[in-house]
Nanobody, 121 residues
């Protein structure tokens, strides 16, 4: 399974960015797709996730500002980030939990390469 992430960059406080991630390879299904982030000196944390059924989960710090969505047919997940704050500065990682075959419910976690988001004036 390969993950390719797009987006990120430098934006001023209050601005917006969109991150996109595409999963490819041998997969039966992707029950969960999401985004994590890691700021310097901090642990990696969940930003948002979405199930194949469309249920979403957000970190408290981004609720009301970020929106996650996915396209099950294309195996892609987007993170729209609005009203960005300096504390959102981090490397953002795409993450998927993949089910490899119909005969097993075990899922495997895969990570994208990370994309830098910097919020600064």
């Amino acid at each position: 399974v390969q993950l390719q992430a797009f987006g990120g960059g430098l934006v001023q406080p209050g601005g917006s960015l969109r991150l996109s991630c595409a999963a490819s390879g041998s997969m039966f299904s992707i029950p969960i797709m999401g985004w994590y982030r890691q700021a310097p000196g901090k642990q990696r944390e969940l930003v948002a996730s979405v199930t194949s059924g469309g249920s979403t989960n957000y970190a408290d710090s981004v609720k009301g500002r970020f929106s996650i969505s996915r396209d099950n047919a294309k195996n892609t997940v987007d993170l729209r980030m609005n009203d960005l704050k300096p504390e959102d500065t981090a490397v953002y990682y795409c993450n998927v939990d993949v089910r490899r075959s119909w005969s097993s419910t075990i899922t495997y976690k895969y990570w994208g390469q990370g994309t830098q988001v910097t919020v600064s004036s």
